[in-house]
């Protein structure tokens, strides 16, 4: 450290009230003792009270645009900081010193705290992240509606319909103004999100933590009786990663992250009602849209919008599940390039699946809709309704599904059974391939975009990695029926229908029963004879 960097520290310590004055410091004695100390540009010492710290000079070349990830990288690192300061550079125009100190408590601390400050030096803090670069095929959409191509595109896909920041007269918190400025906090904080930046940590108020805490209470009572197994399995994960309890509001980034590592299903702020049209594009991409703000604490069981207990508490435990999170990208990819009317049919499968579905397990009727397992008054009220027969279930077909009224406000007229989920996925498939399209669009996970299949070239490539992964399942296939002796629980008639299910066109509601069902036969084929491994 130069004699520059001493006298900052010094001014620093001795404006604190450390024990340290710039006089002290330039005498030869305390010359060598803080030689002893001195690492490379950072300054150990002990503060009046007896504790350890570490103070750390480092420049800023471009402003102080870089300081938040200077900050960023020491938190990440488990460092605690306890103090502050900068200050424009003496002597280079544009520059700022930033001083910062850290409790370090032995000669372990001191070691990383100089590696980081050393990796702090040698790289720029005060670079702009380059805008993410994603090259998308441009193609002909003739009449279609315009639709994103990259995840990158959502960023203009954030029409707001209603709510957001301003409330209708008869929303809970329209005549709070404490209430209403909050909700302008959320709406300004989602407008300004882009995609690739984290997702900004929200401190929610007492009051707010509260209504989710009565929430949070009443929903878990009701959830492990009346929530399918999938939402079940995956709610521990959610509360060790997530921190999912009753005296925390959950943090979106703590979500996204594991989301991604689950299902590569990913979540970003709104404002608040999206336009259909924009919402269900997102979830081709893989994104769901989540409010971060919370209903008005008059009334913790009723809201005419979507909030943070209806998003976090109904539908993250459900993304997190593979095939629920491949059913619901399905729905997404049908709408984009699709007419208002076209549109408004995939609303309506939505509604009455993703928000409302119902599903058999064994004997018993379980909530998979996102609305249901988020409202413990209506939960309660269609649970106990189908078990008393007070509730009727009507089978899942389109017909009805488009006919039904979609309520908001208020209880559903009628909710619509499946008995399982991958029939809800069928019957959605089924919708999906009604719509008329010139071409069809596939999701390439690796660039994140849409590809357009329209044309044999586009096809045979997309053939061409399937194949790929065909031969991987027809491997894996082999070495487990040969560890096993061909006596496994494995069948090859299974999985082949399974893939032979992927090209079939013969409408849902014509289909039998159960399409993808292992044979009655107790004689199961030699894998050879069933399923070979392409040698081309």
Not at 249 to 260: A, G, S, T, V
Not at 320 to 348: C, H, T, Y
Not at 455 to 471: F, H, Q, T, Y
Request: aromatic share 10%.
């Amino acid at each position: 450290m130069n004699a520059s960097g001493k006298g900052l520290v010094a001014l620093y310590l001795h404006r604190r009230g450390e024990n340290w004055v710039w006089q002290s410091i330039v005498e030869e004695e305390e010359e060598r003792r803080l030689s002893s100390l001195q690492q490379g540009g950072i300054l150990h010492f002990r503060n009046q009270d007896g504790v350890l710290k570490t103070a750390v000079i480092f420049s800023l070349s471009r402003g102080m645009l870089g300081l938040s990830r200077a900050i960023r990288a020491f938190e990440d690192n488990n460092m605690n900081l306890v103090h502050i300061e900068s200050r424009k550079h003496r002597t280079k125009e544009g520059e700022f010193e930033v001083y910062l100190e850290i409790n370090s408590e032995n000669s372990s601390d001191w070691n990383n705290i100089q590696h980081l400050t050393n990796t702090l030096k040698g790289i720029d803090l005060g670079l702009d992240e380059p805008p993410s670069f994603q090259k998308v095929d441009s193609v002909d959409l003739g009449d279609m509606i315009q639709f994103p191509k990259c995840i990158s595109d959502l960023d203009s896909c954030q029409k707001v319909l209603m709510y957001g920041t301003d409330l209708d007269a008869d929303h809970p918190g329209f005549k709070d103004p404490t209430y209403r400025k909050r909700r302008k906090f959320f709406g300004d904080l989602a407008m300004i999100y882009r995609h690739g930046q984290t997702i900004p940590r929200v401190k929610y108020t007492k009051e707010e933590i509260d209504t989710w805490g009565h929430i949070f209470r009443k929903l878990r009572e009701l959830h492990l009786r009346y929530a399918c197994k999938e939402f079940l399995e995956n709610w521990p994960e959610l509360a060790e990663y997530c921190e999912y309890r009753e005296d925390n509001i959950p943090q979106l980034e703590d979500i996204n992250r594991y989301l991604r590592s689950k299902t590569g299903f990913q979540v970003r702020p709104v404002a608040g009602y999206l336009s259909p049209r924009d919402f269900l594009a997102g979830l081709a991409f893989r994104v769901f849209h989540c409010t971060q703000y919370i209903r008005h604490s008059s009334d913790p069981f009723y809201t005419p919008e979507p909030d943070c207990c209806h998003e976090l508490l109904g539908h993250m435990p459900m993304f997190a599940d593979n095939s629920f999170a491949q059913f619901s990208q399905e729905i997404g990819l049908a709408s984009l390039g699709g007419s208002d009317a076209e549109i408004a049919k995939l609303v309506s499968c939505y509604f009455f699946t993703v928000e409302f579905g119902i599903t058999r397990e064994g004997n018993n009727w379980k909530a998979y809709g996102a609305g249901l397992l988020s409202s413990a008054a209506e939960l309660e009220h269609t649970m106990k309704g189908i078990e008393d027969g007070t509730v009727k279930l009507l089978p899942l077909d389109g017909d009805a599904v488009f006919s039904a009224e979609l309520i908001v406000t208020d209880y559903q007229n009628q909710y619509f059974k499946t008995e399982t989920i991958d029939k809800a996925k069928e019957f959605v498939r089924d919708i999906a391939n009604s719509i008329q399209k010139p071409f069809e669009l596939r999701y390439n996970p690796y660039t994140q975009s849409v590809e357009v299949l329209n044309s044999s070239v586009k096809i045979i490539d997309m053939a061409k990695e399937l194949r790929g992964d065909l031969c991987i399942v027809a491997s894996a296939l082999k070495k487990v029926q040969e560890r096993e002796g061909g006596d496994g629980e494995i069948d090859p008639d299974l999985i082949s229908r399974y893939l032979s299910s992927g090209l079939d066109i013969t409408p849902y509601c014509s289909r039998p029963s159960s399409p993808v069902t292992s044979p009655t036969s107790t004689t199961q084929k030699k894998f050879g004879d069933s399923l070979q491994v392409p040698t081309k």
